[in-house]
């Protein structure tokens, strides 16, 4: 089974990059530059480089005793909330910057929902001096104010997106908006692996890292590269791609991907794109998306504001049609349960994306022996105050 992308942007069926000819040039230039660029010596030691100095990698693979005695595996959590910014998205934007640069751009546009990607965003850009504009829905820049403050300090100016339902697939239209205009001197940083043809596999290779350095320090614990599961919660899908990249075609890992179900999945208010989605295009690919009848988008719904997005990427569309991963979902209780029982029983508090692929431990029964990798995208600390809401600890 093939499970990376065709020669034309495809993922079986899922894929493409289906844009309006004012992006056709932007896209073209990248689809025609990426492999070279990315896989030249200079690149990857300027990478690497940063990634090992920067961003602090390679970041633990940490065995959890207590949540392993309380589940019956054996539970390793890796741990990119302790990447610099608290989450996983600083790889990828670190890899575009670099990218831009090589293709002369002078300033760099994002689209954020969580707000944890306009911040890595803004982080690269301060670093190298670029311009940054950030586009993020009017609702997710007040249940993330944190994270909207930390840009400003960084230098970016962040965009309210005041359409549709105010959230991050609002933010998405604007910021394509913004590269029609601009399409010359600007690069846009996608923060998933969404969009059209080459960013899902673009931002998937960026994030591979983390599925690379599961393997050795698996080796390294267990004395094998391979764990029964990985788990990951998916929005559009960057952390899950990055965790389960290296491991897509060795059939006997488990892969798991935690959508949020939001108020239930039946509710009307959720985001578990795979239960409720079909085929459709939405920002530039062919993927699985919540829509209404006549085609028209459904808005989704999550207490993570990084997973309140109504469709996944065309790779996770594709290994949800061919079976390769389980696709699970958690409502925001159980989300908010699973992340008060990682603080209380490992000392760590998860961001509320990261706590929906905690959430699945409950609904999977594991012998003894069974090795379990949760990939822990993010810190709690932007979210402090939706758990403050919440109450219940």
Same mark, same amino acid.
């Given at each position: 089974?093939?499970?990376?992308?065709?020669?034309?942007?495809?993922?079986?069926?899922?894929?493409?990059?289906?844009?309006?000819?004012?992006?056709?040039?932007?896209?073209?230039?990248?689809?025609?530059?990426?492999?070279?660029?990315i896989?030249?010596?200079?690149?990857?030691?300027?990478?690497?480089?940063?990634?090992?100095?920067?961003?602090?990698?390679?970041?633990?693979?940490?065995?959890?005793?207590?949540?392993?005695?309380?589940?019956?595996?054996?539970?390793?959590?890796?741990?990119?909330?302790?990447?610099?910014?608290?989450?996983?998205?600083?790889? #990828?934007?670190? *890899?575009?910057?670099?990218?831009?640069?090589?293709?002369? $751009?002078? +300033?760099?546009? !994002?689209?954020?929902? /969580? &707000?944890?990607?306009?911040?890595?965003?803004?982080?690269?850009?301060?670093?190298?001096?670029?311009?940054?504009?950030?586009?993020?829905?009017?609702?997710?820049?007040?249940?993330q104010?944190?994270?909207?403050?930390?840009?400003?300090?960084?230098?970016?100016?962040?965009?309210?997106?005041?359409?549709g339902?105010?959230?991050?697939?609002?933010?998405?239209?604007?910021?394509?908006?913004?590269?029609?205009?601009?399409?010359?001197?600007?690069?846009?940083?996608?923060?998933?692996?969404?969009?059209?043809?080459?960013?899902?596999?673009?931002?998937?290779?960026?994030?591979?890292?983390?599925?690379?350095?599961?393997?050795?320090?698996?080796?390294e614990?267990?004395?094998?590269?391979?764990?029964?599961?990985?788990?990951?919660?998916?929005?559009?899908?960057? #952390?899950?791609? *990055?965790?389960?990249y290296?491991?897509?075609?060795?059939? $006997?890992? +488990?892969?798991? !991907?935690?959508?949020? /179900? &939001?108020?239930?999945?039946?509710?009307?208010?959720?985001?578990?794109?795979?239960?409720?989605?079909?085929p459709?295009?939405l920002?530039?690919?062919?993927?699985?998306?919540?829509?209404?009848?006549?085609?028209?988008?459904?808005?989704?719904?999550?207490?993570?504001?990084?997973?309140d997005?109504?469709?996944?990427?065309?790779?996770?569309?594709?290994?949800?049609?061919?079976?390769?991963?389980?696709?699970?979902?958690?409502?925001?209780?159980?989300?908010?349960?699973?992340?008060?029982?990682?603080?209380?029983?490992?000392?760590?508090?998860?961001?509320?994306?990261?706590?929906?692929?905690?959430?699945?431990?409950?609904?999977?029964?594991?012998?003894?022996?069974?090795?379990?990798?949760?990939?822990?995208?993010?810190?709690?600390?932007?979210?402090?105050?939706?758990?403050?809401?919440w109450?219940?600890?």
């Amino acid at each position: 089974m093939r499970y990376s992308v065709d020669e034309n942007g495809y993922y079986g069926q899922f894929g493409g990059a289906y844009i309006p000819e004012m992006l056709y040039p932007n896209v073209e230039e990248l689809r025609d530059n990426y492999l070279s660029i990315i896989g030249d010596s200079a690149f990857k030691a300027e990478f690497d480089k940063l990634l090992k100095d920067y961003v602090g990698r390679p970041t633990p693979l940490y065995f959890a005793k207590r949540l392993s005695e309380q589940y019956g595996a054996k539970i390793y959590l890796k741990r990119e909330d302790l990447c610099h910014t608290g989450a996983h998205k600083v790889n #990828n934007t670190i *890899g575009q910057i670099i990218l831009a640069k090589k293709l002369g $751009k002078q +300033k760099i546009i !994002a689209e954020t929902g /969580a &707000g944890q990607h306009g911040v890595a965003t803004a982080t690269v850009c301060a670093l190298m001096g670029m311009e940054c504009i950030v586009y993020m829905g009017e609702i997710d820049m007040q249940r993330q104010k944190p994270n909207v403050e930390r840009m400003r300090i960084l230098g970016a100016e962040v965009v309210p997106a005041k359409s549709g339902s105010k959230t991050l697939k609002d933010a998405t239209n604007e910021a394509m908006r913004h590269w029609i205009s601009n399409p010359v001197d600007t690069h846009y940083i996608i923060g998933s692996v969404v969009g059209p043809h080459p960013y899902p596999d673009m931002v998937a290779r960026f994030q591979s890292v983390i599925s690379e350095e599961m393997k050795w320090q698996l080796n390294e614990e267990e004395g094998t590269e391979y764990p029964h599961y990985v788990i990951a919660c998916v929005g559009g899908g960057s #952390n899950a791609a *990055g965790a389960f990249y290296h491991y897509l075609d060795e059939e $006997k890992v +488990k892969l798991v !991907a935690v959508e949020a /179900a &939001g108020r239930g999945v039946d509710s009307g208010e959720s985001a578990a794109t795979s239960y409720l989605g079909k085929p459709g295009v939405l920002h530039g690919s062919k993927t699985l998306l919540m829509q209404t009848a006549d085609g028209q988008v459904v808005e989704p719904y999550s207490i993570s504001a990084g997973l309140d997005y109504p469709g996944i990427g065309p790779m996770h569309a594709h290994l949800f049609d061919t079976g390769r991963v389980k696709f699970e979902n958690a409502t925001d209780e159980e989300a908010m349960v699973a992340g008060v029982e990682l603080s209380k029983l490992e000392g760590i508090i998860p961001a509320i994306e990261s706590a929906h692929a905690l959430a699945a431990l409950r609904k999977m029964s594991f012998e003894k022996s069974d090795i379990v990798v949760i990939n822990l995208s993010g810190r709690g600390d932007k979210d402090l105050e939706t758990y403050i809401k919440w109450g219940k600890y």
